[in-house]
């Protein structure tokens, strides 16, 4: 196949692209290269894949994107990946979020469009469409919030309620996604996207929480927990994600037009505290936190229910959070080097 990913040098797209690159399919990353690690991620793309082709252009200026259309021709599938990722910086800066989220998608969309192809087209959402769920029961149990009445997690029947720029920005941008496919025909597909985490994930303190503690824990850098620490989420390694990407090719044609909660599920949950257990255990040194207070919308629980996934995509994770973690952890305790200046 003739594969298309924009934000393809980034910490989902770079490993999506060498996730089709070993099957031996051509692929293409279209890039502005602006977010930190994208440099190495696509020298690492370059070094040790043959048949990629890197296009550096920005999905915010649509003649850009149209351009690869024409210049190419055909793609069999495309994978919108390009975005802007946090809530902080969404409020700090809604026009530039809007721009990259809801406009860059739109662009896409009508490139796809207008190129008369018909590529299957996977949008990279998040759970953050479905806002703040404060009418949701939350109980502690031990050292871990849950929710009392969700014991598999959330569905895709539940209400959106998009919060913060970043959940507006990206929410739109996922119907846009879903309606292409019921107005125009377009081969669509929604992943409403828990935590991912991984190797080649350069985190930060505002986004990308497991490999931001894991890098600062390895580089000694001191570690602030907003709130206490009990928040949970699902998390999904990046391995099961990029299976659940080929698994949405391979079923398009029943699942055109869908949206699908892809995260760990209640199978798979980490708190903020277990992960630095986890941490602590693989570094063999006590880590020192900083507690603050809660950062606005920070849910307590996030937990999605993937049995919508399970059930239409065959597909469910195979990775466990500690598994995962370890893994993680020696990426980043090999590539200390990429981390200098952090």
């Given at each position: 196949m003739r594969i298309l990913i924009t934000g393809g040098a980034g910490f989902i797209g770079a490993n999506t692209a060498a996730r089709f690159l070993k099957e031996g399919h051509r692929v293409y990353v279209f890039d502005n290269l602006s977010r930190r690690g994208t440099k190495w991620n696509l020298k690492w793309l370059q070094d040790n894949y043959k048949g990629l082709k890197f296009i550096k252009g920005d999905i915010r200026r649509y003649s850009e994107i149209k351009n690869v259309f024409i210049k190419e021709k055909k793609f069999d599938a495309v994978f919108h990946l390009a975005a802007q990722v946090a809530v902080t910086t969404s409020v700090t800066d809604p026009r530039e979020d809007f721009d990259i989220n809801a406009l860059g998608t739109f662009n896409l969309l009508e490139a796809v469009r207008e190129s008369?192809?018909?590529?299957?087209?996977v949008y990279s959402s998040t759970?953050?469409?479905?806002?703040?769920?404060?009418?949701?029961?939350?109980?502690?149990?031990?050292?871990?919030?849950?929710?009392?009445?969700?014991?598999?997690?959330?569905?895709?029947?539940?209400?959106?309620?998009?919060h913060s720029p970043y959940g507006c920005s990206k929410g739109a941008a996922d119907q846009y996604v879903i309606d292409y496919a019921r107005i125009y025909g377009m081969r669509?597909?929604?992943?409403?996207?828990?935590?991912?985490?991984?190797?080649?994930?350069?985190?930060?303190?505002?986004?990308?929480?497991?490999?931001?503690?894991?890098?600062?824990?390895?580089l000694n850098k001191p570690i602030t927990i907003y709130g206490d620490g009990m928040q949970v989420r699902d998390v999904l390694f990046i391995d099961d994600l990029t299976d659940a990407y080929a698994a949405a090719l391979k079923n398009i044609k029943k699942v055109s037009g869908m949206a699908f909660n892809i995260g760990g599920g209640a199978k798979n949950t980490m708190s903020l505290l277990e992960l630095i257990a986890f941490?602590?255990?693989?570094?063999?040194?006590?880590?020192?936190?900083?507690?603050?207070?809660?950062?606005?919308?920070?849910?307590?629980?996030?937990?999605?229910?993937?049995?919508k996934a399970k059930r239409v995509l065959g597909w469910e994770p195979k990775t466990r959070p500690v598994e995962g973690v370890k893994k993680l952890y020696e990426w980043v305790k090999q590539n200390k080097g990429l981390f200098k200046g952090l």
């Open positions: 008369k192809t018909n590529p299957v087209v759970n953050k469409v479905y806002g703040g769920m404060t009418d949701i029961k939350i109980v502690k149990k031990g050292k871990k919030y849950a929710y009392r009445d969700y014991p598999s997690g959330i569905t895709e029947e539940r209400i959106l309620d998009f669509t597909v929604v992943f409403r996207q828990s935590c991912i985490y991984g190797y080649r994930q350069f985190g930060i303190e505002d986004q990308g929480w497991v490999a931001w503690f894991t890098i600062a824990a390895a941490l602590e255990k693989f570094f063999g040194k006590k880590i020192p936190l900083k507690f603050s207070g809660w950062r606005p919308g920070d849910q307590p629980v996030f937990v999605c229910d993937i049995k």
